[in-house]
């Protein structure tokens, strides 16, 4: 482990699941903190259950939970229920994932927990936030760009929106926003002493992700519309285009240097050189001269070219072009055995995290009345 870091001593109690808290603790972890997980005893985490599996679990709960511990409890158990608030009352955070009240019904919310622990500092996530006519709701990532506004800003041509390619609100508005007012929390409490009480809600969080939105709406130019803004579709110099063999390219060259480049590149009509007031019509004439040709031929006379204009690649392209690492040095391997693999890279600065080495992903073991703090 690298000498001194930032959360070395910091114990993190998690209860939470599936993607957002895991994720969240996992980069507390890589940054030294001491992560126990608890889960429902017998099955564990849902996400243990899912496909392809690596050992006893799935590889996205191995790339998840690497290097943490993992205790089977019943949380509705008066016992079970009064041995986490032990291990609560010794914890610097508390992670916990459920649907607004359901912690303080099982007597492990905020209060239940200052009272064992003053200077905790307790981090919920929910989807709808801890208040309000949403909060009650079930939802997953999908459900929160779809209610937020933002899964229908991007539309084809019947207007129907797509699928979104990955789970943004999840990670971008449940994970990382955690991960940085759990570490603020932290300094604030180094400096006063205090416990914070964190509230994440994801769908409330996506709205940083439409900030462009909201900053043309407050200024008075309405709220966007569906597949005609600037990176909705609406402009040609931000657009995805088909291939003559089915594959597709990215045109992202807003700046003027860079489109003057690309219509020369590809040999746009003169005509459809300056876009302004004719975007649908240079969208169709752009669309044209791409399909005309393979995306092997688009991609020899896009390379080296600063036009910000590429071809939509594989993931087995991305990986032979060193964008997505396989090979990372930090690796994962399965509960008391030897096979391992490169797990998913960490975000974590390489200054600020654990040396690079294998780790094991927790089996899930019965908790018992000895610390389980390393």
């Known amino acids: 482990m690298n000498a001194a870091l930032p959360l070395d001593g910091i114990k993190v109690l998690d209860l939470s699941t599936l993607l957002p808290g895991p994720l969240a603790t996992l980069m507390l972890a890589e940054a030294g903190a001491d992560v126990v997980k608890l889960e429902r005893p017998g099955r564990g985490d849902e996400m243990r259950t899912y496909d392809p599996k690596f050992g006893e679990a799935s590889a996205n709960y191995a790339v ?13 158990d008066p016992a079970q229920r009064d041995r986490v608030l032990e291990l609560a009352a010794e914890a610097d955070v508390v992670m916990e994932q459920f649907r607004p009240g359901v912690a303080d019904r099982l007597g492990l919310g905020h209060d239940a927990v200052r009272a064992v622990n003053p200077d905790v500092v307790y981090c919920s996530i929910t989807g709808y936030g801890p208040t309000g006519p949403h909060a009650q709701r079930a939802g997953h990532d999908l459900n929160y760009l779809a209610e937020s506004g933002l899964l229908g800003v991007v539309t084809d041509s019947t207007g129907a929106p797509g699928l979104p390619v990955t789970v943004l609100a999840d990670i971008a508005a449940g994970t990382y926003p955690a991960v940085v007012n ?5 300094r604030q409490r180094d400096r006063t002493g205090e ?29 966007p519309k569906p597949g005609a803004e600037q990176l909705t579709g609406g402009s040609p110099r931000y657009h995805v285009y088909p291939t003559s063999d089915g594959r597709h390219i990215a045109c992202a ?39 005309a040709e393979t995306s092997d031929h688009w991609r020899s006379v896009l390379d080296g070219e600063d036009v910000c204009t590429v071809v939509v690649a594989t993931f087995d392209e991305a990986v032979d072009a060193g964008l997505v690492d396989v090979d990372a040095p930090e690796r994962v391997s399965a509960p008391g055995g030897d096979a391992s693999f490169a797990t998913l890279p960490s975000p974590v600065s390489a200054a600020l995290r654990r040396a690079p080495g294998t780790a094991p992903y927790p089996s899930l073991a019965e908790l018992g009345d000895a610390s389980p703090w390393a």
């Open 182 to 186: 759990i570490l603020l929390a932290l």
């Open 253 to 291: 060259a807003l700046e003027q240097k860079f489109w003057e480049r690309l219509v020369q590149l590809v040999g746009l009509d003169e005509k459809f050189h300056d876009d302004a007031g004719q975007e649908e019509d240079v969208v169709t004439a752009l669309a044209a001269r791409f399909a």
């Open 64 to 76: 998840l939970n690497r290097g943490k511990r993992a205790y089977g409890v019943d949380f509705k």
């Open 195 to 223: 416990g914070t009480h964190l509230q994440v809600s994801m769908t409330h969080n996506l709205q940083v992700l439409g900030y462009g939105y909201f900053a043309a709406h407050q200024a008075g130019a309405g709220w």
